[in-house]
Nanobody, 119 residues
Framework: QVQLQESGPGLVKPSQTLSLTCTVS??????????WTWVRQPPGKGLERIGY???????NIIPSLRSRASISRDTSKNQFTLQLTSVTPEDTAMYYC???????????WGQGTQVTVSS
């Protein structure tokens, strides 16, 4: 059973860059037809998909974050990483990584990591 775990800083200052890494075990991020996804949930708000990196390496970021967010991968470490630049307090959220196989529901999730943007 695939497992995912997020890691990164819990506190980031405004204007800085947030970097979060998802480590995948018992599954390969290059396996055909899987999409490795970042999702976040601000306090009191719903879930928001940020984007994904596909098994091919192709990426997709939602329009509202396209100028600030990027997703990359390190296949040798079986990891994929979210970078979010120029953060503001509005980026404070629980951040999750997940695996998507193209269905309506993300099938596997990490436990999430809290990120607070504050000076």
């Amino acid at each position: 059973q695939v497992q995912l775990q997020e890691s990164g800083p819990g506190l980031v200052k405004p204007s800085q860059t947030l970097s979060l890494t998802c480590t995948v075990s018992d599954g390969s991020i290059t396996t055909n037809d899987y999409y490795w996804t970042w999702v976040r949930q601000p306090p009191g708000k719903g879930l928001e998909r940020i984007g994904y990196i596909a098994y091919t390496g192709r990426t997709n970021i939602i329009p509202s974050l396209r100028s600030r967010a990027s997703i990359s991968r390190d296949t040798s470490k079986n990891q994929f990483t979210l970078q979010l630049t120029s953060v503001t307090p509005e980026d404070t959220a629980m951040y999750y990584c997940a695996r998507d196989r193209g269905g309506a529901t993300l099938e596997s999730w990490g436990q999430g990591t809290q990120v607070t943007v504050s000076s």
